[in-house]
């Protein structure tokens, strides 16, 4: 089964310094892995996501996640954190078995509630 | 703008009722999915549809029901037999694929009375 791990409830930063948002997985073959961030009373929006190719991401508002095989790790990045980057951040992962109609089930981490400090 | 609307944005029900949670999209997406959010327990699946008339149950379907008539449509329905509805409910769809991520409505908190 498949399952993702948010080791960190909670994350702070200052203003500026460089961020990261860690998560583990745990999946029976080549993961799709997923990052999104949530703001308070709304839903979930899409950051970015690793399929295959570079082990380094890029995605929305200058964040970037490294893909670590060998450690089973896709943490979140950014080097240099705003005010507003204060959310809580969702890592999932997507089984890699094939279902009938190629759409296969979401695993949620529990979240990473991150404060950035002015 | 195409997105997907989740309404009423919060819903109180009483004890032994049923209420219904509305989910619409127009981004032409064939996969639908219900979400149950509690605090420091991440989003769980409650239902999901990959085409319109099917739908199969999530890891938490118990005292919950959906239906699937339209593609832009996949209301949730919170029956009696859910004995802790309170939480935060989100929708979500994808256009099909593995490598495609889910886009998600802005939820309802369903609380009680």
């Known amino acids: 089964a498949q399952s993702v791990a948010q080791p960190e409830d909670q994350v702070n930063v200052a203003e500026g310094n460089p961020l990261t948002v860690k998560c583990t997985y745990s999946?029976?073959?080549?993961?799709?892995l997923f990052w999104y961030v949530q703001y308070p009373n709304r839903g979930l929006q899409f950051l970015l996501k690793y399929i295959t190719g570079d082990n380094l991401v890029k995605g929305s508002y200058g964040f970037e996640a490294e893909f670590n095989k060998s450690q089973t790790s896709f943490h979140l990045k950014k080097p240099s954190a705003l005010v507003s980057d204060s959310a809580l951040y969702f890592c999932?992962?997507?089984?890699?078995?094939?279902?009938?109609?190629?759409?296969?089930?979401?695993?949620f981490g529990t979240g990473t509630r991150l404060t950035i400090i002015p | 703008d195409g997105g997907i609307t989740q309404s009423p944005k919060y819903l109180f029900r009483k004890e032994g009722q049923n209420v219904t949670l509305s989910c619409e999209q127009n981004l032409n997406h064939d996969a639908m999915y219900w979400y149950r959010q509690d605090p420091g327990q991440g989003l769980r699946l409650i239902y999901y549809s990959q085409i319109v008339n099917d739908f199969q149950k999530g890891d938490i379907a118990e005292g919950y029901s959906v239906s699937r008539e339209k593609k832009e449509s996949f209301p949730l329905t919170v029956t009696s037999a859910q004995k802790n509805p309170t939480a935060f409910y989100l929708c979500a769809s994808s256009p099909g694929g593995r490598n495609q991520p889910q886009h998600f409505g802005d939820g309802t908190r369903l609380s009680i009375l």
């Open positions: 999932a992962v997507r089984d890699p078995v094939i279902s009938n109609f190629g759409n296969e089930k979401l695993t």
């Open positions: 999946v029976s073959g080549n993961p799709y």
